[in-house]
């Protein structure tokens, strides 16, 4: 029986600034918290979604970051930009915000 070639391990992934984890339009499907009350969420098909901003940003995305970064869901934790940076969606952001970092201050 042949085995399939192992995926090279990534290096561990420094958390930055882009905040793809957090942005919309995507539905985070976690598991049910404990406590029920521990995060806002909403139930769809039998499953239980992160709660989400009107743009579909994570309801608990602001300007300075997530709010919930150091209590944030597994779902969230394991989530790697790296995996996702040629998605349609996705691919125009990253580039505008590498623009926005390489441009001279003033």
């Known amino acids: 029986m042949k085995r399939k070639p192992k995926k090279p391990a990534q290096p561990t992934l420094v958390c930055g600034l882009c ?6 339009p995507r ?12 995060y ?3 139930k769809n098909d039998g499953h239980t ?3 989400t901003q009107p743009n579909g ?3 608990y995305l602001t300007p300075a970051g997530c709010m919930i970064y150091s209590v944030r869901p597994d779902e969230c934790r ?9 998605h ?6 990253i580039q505008i915000e590498a623009l926005k970092r390489m441009a001279p201050t003033t």
């Open 27 to 38: 539905q985070l499907r976690i598991k049910p918290p404990k406590p029920p009350w521990q």
């Open 19 to 24: 905040r793809e984890c957090c942005k919309g």
């Open 49 to 51: 979604y992160l709660g």
């Open 88 to 93: 349609p969606l996705i691919q125009p952001r």
């Open 40 to 42: 806002y969420t909403y």
């Open 57 to 59: 940003d994570c309801i």
């Open 78 to 86: 394991a989530f790697d930009c790296r995996d996702h940076v040629d």
